[in-house]
């Protein structure tokens, strides 16, 4: 298995990072943004929780 920062053979202490320093620059693209999970939800919480609501008064 390589390390998806730096592409080296994986260290079992630091897996899937084959060092600490690999794994704090993967912690750092969570943090500032530059990865990110899709999602649908509206960014606005009321927005979402309206749209459940009605989601769910639909028939089914």
């Known amino acids: 298995m390589s390390c998806p920062i730096c592409e080296r053979d994986?260290?079992?202490?630091?897996?899937?990072?084959?060092?600490?320093r690999c794994a704090d620059v993967d912690l750092g693209r969570w943090v500032n943004g530059s990865y990110a999970v899709a999602s649908r939800d509206p960014e606005d919480v009321e927005a979402a929780f309206e749209a459940v609501l009605q989601e769910n008064a639909k028939p089914h």
Do not use: D, G, L
């Not at 260290?11 to 060092?19: G, Y």
């Open 10 to 20: 994986t260290e079992v202490a630091f897996r899937p990072f084959c060092s600490k």
